[in-house]
Every structure is written in structure tokens, then in C-alpha cells.
């Protein structure tokens, strides 16, 4: 297969897998910390196990395809790191040095990160393409991930946030810059991860607000919508300066005109 066929079926594969893998992501976060939080019965840890390996396996099978496709190959998983991370760290649960219970639930937690950041590649690219709403979906990676770190730090910490569900909904109230104050980390780290979250949040925020604004100043050009810039404000002020000139022009020409037959009479 010649370069030029295999760089066509590259942008099609990623075009097509894009969204599912976003949305795999996404639900990878909270499937990776609910059992480091929660008392589960063996059948539901079973059921995320399973789901754990099956979305591994998924996104294994699409970062080698990927790799099949591209040219240069060290380059391409250089820029796509947490592709590999994600398929690389679950390799490392067997091995001795992670046997311990600390170091197994280090490398859980970790594994949340090239999560987090394959959902904010994938829908940044998505939003750049298809609008605003995939800035959401970011924004739920952030609160999915938020909520999962804080409750790993905030677990034994004697803190009000003790299982997944209410550091979700600390997460939530935090992003949103609402802040009831019924839940708070307590931990050096979990304090951290609110600070970051509530930036997250005004920056978030702040975004939707100036791509609202952005919206609803776009205009239709040819069939196409295109944004109004500062540049395209600038000449409408200036053609509509050019417009009261003449017209100023025209009536002072005209009462000239008018008044010259009385002259004359």
C-alpha cells in the first residue's frame, strides 16, 4: 500500500473513531476510580473489570492501526503520548514492583491522566470542526476526572468527601464556580485539584460565554456562516462613514440648488 492511499485511509479511520473513542475515554475515568473508592460486590467488580480490559483492548487495537497507517511512526506516538500511556500502563500491573497495594493504586491513578488527556485532545479537535458543543464534552473529562482524584486524595483523609458520588457532586458545584460549601478536600492534594478546578471552571466558562457572543454576531456569506472579526467591524464602520459622507454632499447640493432660482429672481 503506497503512502498517499495509506494517509486517506489514516484520515478516515480517525474521522470515524474519533467520537467513540471520545466517549469510551470519558466513561474510562470513572470505571478506573470507583473501585479504588467504593465497597463493590464481586460481580459489579467483575462487570468493570471487564469493561476496563474490553475499552484497553478497543483503544489497543485503534492506536495499532493508527501506527500501521502513518509514516513516521516514532514521531506520531511521540505526539499522541497518552495513546501509548493508555496502552502501556495497564502492562505494568503484573510486574513485581507494582504488587503492592499503594503501588497498584498509584498506577490506577495514573492511568486516569492520558485519559483525561485524549478526551481534551479529541474533543478539541472535534470543536474546532463541528461547534461549541464538544466543548462540553471536555468539560464533563475535567469534572469525571476532578471528582476521581479528589476522592482517591480525599478517602482516608477524614474530610467530607469519602466515596465517587460525592466528589462528583463537589466537582459539579466547584466547576461552577456555585460552591454550597457542604463538601471540601481537606488534603494538601485535594486542595490542589480544587484550585486547578475552579480555574478550569472561570476559564471554562469564559469560553462559552465569548463563543455564545461569537455566535450570535455570524453572518451568512455565500451559504456559508462565517464569524464577524474585529477587521470585518472595522470596514462596516468605515463604508457606513463613506455612505453619511455622500449623503451630506448630496443634500448640501441639493439646497444650493434650490436656492439658486431665487437668486436669480
Same mark, same amino acid.
Given at each position: 500500500?503506497?503512502?498517499?492511499?495509506?494517509?486517506?485511509?489514516?484520515?478516515?479511520?480517525?474521522?470515524?473513531?474519533?467520537?467513540?473513542?471520545?466517549?469510551?475515554?470519558?466513561?474510562?475515568?470513572?470505571?478506573?476510580?470507583?473501585?479504588?473508592?467504593?465497597?463493590?460486590?464481586?460481580?459489579?467488580?467483575?462487570?468493570?473489570?471487564?469493561?476496563?480490559?474490553?475499552?484497553?483492548?478497543?483503544?489497543?487495537?485503534?492506536?495499532?492501526?493508527?501506527?500501521?497507517?502513518?509514516?513516521?511512526?516514532?514521531?506520531?506516538?511521540?505526539?499522541?503520548?497518552?495513546?501509548?500511556?493508555?496502552?502501556?500502563?495497564?502492562?505494568?500491573?503484573?510486574?513485581?514492583?507494582?504488587?503492592?497495594?499503594?503501588?497498584?493504586?498509584?498506577?490506577?491513578?495514573?492511568?486516569?491522566?492520558?485519559?483525561?488527556?485524549?478526551?481534551?485532545?479529541?474533543?478539541?479537535?472535534?470543536?474546532?470542526?463541528?461547534?461549541?458543543?464538544? *466543548?462540553?464534552?471536555?468539560?464533563?473529562?475535567?469534572?469525571? !476526572?476532578?471528582?476521581? $482524584?479528589?476522592?482517591?486524595? %480525599? @478517602? =482516608?483523609? &477524614?474530610?467530607?468527601?469519602?466515596?465517587?458520588?460525592?466528589?462528583?457532586?463537589?466537582?459539579?458545584?466547584?466547576?461552577?464556580?456555585?460552591?454550597?460549601?457542604?463538601?471540601?478536600?481537606?488534603?494538601?492534594?485535594?486542595?490542589?485539584?480544587?484550585?486547578?478546578?475552579? *480555574?478550569?471552571?472561570?476559564?471554562?466558562?469564559?469560553?462559552? !460565554?465569548?463563543?455564545? $457572543?461569537?455566535?450570535?454576531? %455570524? @453572518? =451568512?456569506? &455565500?451559504?456559508?456562516?462565517?464569524?464577524?472579526?474585529?477587521?470585518?467591524?472595522?470596514?462596516?464602520?468605515?463604508?457606513?462613514?463613506?455612505?453619511?459622507?455622500?449623503?451630506?454632499?448630496?443634500?448640501?447640493?441639493?439646497?444650493?440648488?434650490?436656492?439658486?432660482?431665487? *437668486?436669480?429672481?
Amino acid at each position: 500500500m503506497d503512502a498517499t492511499r495509506k494517509a486517506k485511509l489514516l484520515v478516515r479511520f480517525e474521522k470515524v473513531t474519533e467520537f467513540p473513542l471520545l466517549v469510551l475515554a470519558i466513561a474510562m475515568i470513572p470505571l478506573i476510580a470507583i473501585p479504588m473508592t467504593m465497597e463493590l460486590d464481586p460481580a459489579v467488580r467483575r462487570a468493570i473489570a471487564w469493561s476496563d480490559t474490553g475499552i484497553w483492548i478497543v483503544f489497543g487495537v485503534e492506536l495499532s492501526v493508527r501506527t500501521y497507517l502513518v509514516e513516521r511512526r516514532i514521531a506520531y506516538l511521540t505526539r499522541h503520548w497518552f495513546d501509548v500511556l493508555i496502552v502501556a500502563l495497564p502492562f505494568l500491573r503484573p510486574l513485581r514492583v507494582v504488587r503492592s497495594a499503594r503501588a497498584l493504586r498509584l498506577v490506577r491513578v495514573i492511568r486516569v491522566g492520558p485519559f483525561a488527556a485524549r478526551t481534551w485532545a479529541s474533543g478539541h479537535a472535534l470543536l474546532k470542526r463541528r461547534g461549541l458543543q464538544w *466543548v462540553l464534552l471536555g468539560g464533563l473529562a475535567v469534572v469525571f !476526572t476532578s471528582a476521581g $482524584a479528589v476522592t482517591v486524595f %480525599e @478517602h =482516608d483523609s &477524614g474530610g467530607s468527601i469519602h466515596n465517587y458520588g460525592t466528589g462528583l457532586w463537589w466537582a459539579i458545584s466547584t466547576i461552577t464556580t456555585v460552591g454550597y460549601g457542604d463538601t471540601f478536600p481537606v488534603s494538601p492534594q485535594g486542595r490542589v485539584v480544587a484550585v486547578i478546578l475552579m *480555574v478550569v471552571g472561570i476559564t471554562f466558562f469564559s469560553w462559552i !460565554t465569548a463563543n455564545v $457572543a461569537a455566535f450570535l454576531v %455570524e @453572518h =451568512d456569506v &455565500g451559504g456559508e456562516t462565517k464569524s464577524v472579526t474585529m477587521s470585518d467591524l472595522m470596514s462596516k464602520l468605515e463604508s457606513l462613514e463613506q455612505e453619511l459622507r455622500l449623503l451630506r454632499r448630496e443634500a448640501t447640493a441639493g439646497g444650493v440648488d434650490k436656492e439658486s432660482p431665487g *437668486v436669480q429672481l
